[in-house]
């Protein structure tokens, strides 16, 4: 990505100024916007869209919650209809791919002696099958 595609120069002075790691630090296929203690933002490009990932950690009364943001502004006409044919496909991966991350942060938490912190949330009842018994 060219430095003059990126929303780096939007960047307050705060936000270029106080991260934990410098903006416009390449991360994978993104570029890193800024990283604070329990915020991140970063951005991608290519043909098709420009898109932002946010990651949000808040603290709650068992531990932690992450918030996970993907905003994606459509660069080409088909990006509309390609977002809606994979829309499918993402209500397994992100799940998925969010479990993998869990149970790494367990073992991690594990291996530092931190399992008190490994209390996650429960899940919500399945609706259609609520409805069901209904």
Not at 45 to 58: D, P, Q, W, Y
Request: net charge positive; charged share 25%.
């Amino acid at each position: 990505m060219r430095p003059e595609d990126s929303l780096l120069s939007r960047l307050s002075e705060r936000d270029r100024r106080d991260p934990e790691i410098a903006p416009g630090t390449p991360v994978g296929s993104f570029l890193l916007l800024y990283q604070f203690p329990r915020e991140t933002l970063s951005e991608t490009l290519n043909a098709t869209v420009h898109g932002f990932m946010c990651t949000a950690l808040a603290r709650t009364a068992t531990g932690y919650r992450l918030y996970w943001g993907i905003y994606v502004i459509p660069l080409f006409w088909l990006t509309r209809p390609y977002l809606m044919a994979i829309a499918p496909f993402r209500r397994v991966l992100y799940p998925a791919m969010l479990r993998r991350i869990r149970r790494a942060w367990a073992r991690r938490l594990r291996s530092q002696g931190l399992s008190g912190l490994l209390r996650w949330p429960h899940r919500r009842p399945n609706q259609r099958a609520m409805k069901s018994r209904t």
